[in-house]
Structures are given as C-alpha cells and as structure tokens.
C-alpha cells in the first residue's frame, strides 16, 4: 500500500514538473538544472555578476525549503510538491541567468559529464544524479 501511494506521488511529482516545464517556452527537462553550475563556473565562463545572480538564486531556493519545512511538517506529499516546485523555479530562474553560449556550454556540460542529453533519463544518470534526485522525493 506505501508502494503504490510513494509511485503516486512520484508519478504527481513528475507531472507537476512536466506541466510547469511544458508551460515555459524556454524550459525543459533537458534544461532543468540539477546541479549547482558554479561549479563549472570557469567551464561555463560566468561573469562576477552571473555568479553572484546563482548565489542569490540558490540562498533563495533554500530558505524556501527551510520555510516550506517548519509551515508543513506534517504533510510530506504537500511538502514534497512545493520542492518540486521549488527546484523547477531555481532551475528556470538558472537557466534565464546564462547567455546562448552558456548555455550550449552547459548542455555539453551535461552530456560529457552524465552521459546523457536529458537530465531526467532514468536509464543512464549518474549516481550523484540519482541521489539528487532521489534526495528531493525522499523529504
């Protein structure tokens, strides 16, 4: 019976996701962005402005999970959904800060490094991908 309520809230996970990325004209699971890309700042040439922009974007991203955190500690599922959404908006937000090259650069990034174009794809992430992942569904 948990099984099947954890796949469904996977599944609900999953589709708020897909509707929110279908939504962006610009923003896609291929483009969603998991990782911290200040970690390839040098990689991904980032400006001091850029940097300072993802630092920001980032500080935000989590002190809306700490507030989200102490407003729902009870209802895992809610809370699991306003990560989702959370990670979707950082992601987007990210992803708007990077100029054409940066982000062609982040996709190869992307690719040599996790061996796949979709940063989604099950079949192939990476192990740090799943447990990024797999940390979010676990709240």
């Known amino acids: ?8 809230v996977l599944l609900l996970i999953f589709t ?16 969603l962005v ?22 920001d974007i980032n500080r ?5 999970l700490m507030a989200a955190v102490s407003e729902m500690p009870g209802d895992r599922t809610a809370l699991q ?17 990077f100029n054409a090259k940066q982000r062609r650069k982040w ?4 690719r040599d490094r996790f061996r796949t174009s979709d940063p989604m794809a099950s079949n192939h992430q990476s192990k740090a991908a799943r447990q990024s992942v797999g940390s979010i569904m676990t709240l």
């Open 1 to 8: 019976m948990m099984r099947i309520f954890k796949r469904f």
């Open 16 to 31: 708020v996701l897909a509707y929110g990325c279908h939504a962006q004209q610009e923003t896609s699971l291929k483009t």
């Open 34 to 55: 998991l990782y911290d890309p200040l970690f390839w700042r040098h990689e991904l040439r980032l400006d001091s402005h850029q940097s300072r922009k993802i630092t």
């Open 60 to 64: 935000e991203y989590y002190a809306r």
């Open 81 to 97: 959904l306003t990560v989702a959404r959370c990670l979707l908006n950082r992601s987007q937000s990210i992803w708007e800060t």
């Open 107 to 110: 996709r190869k990034i992307w």
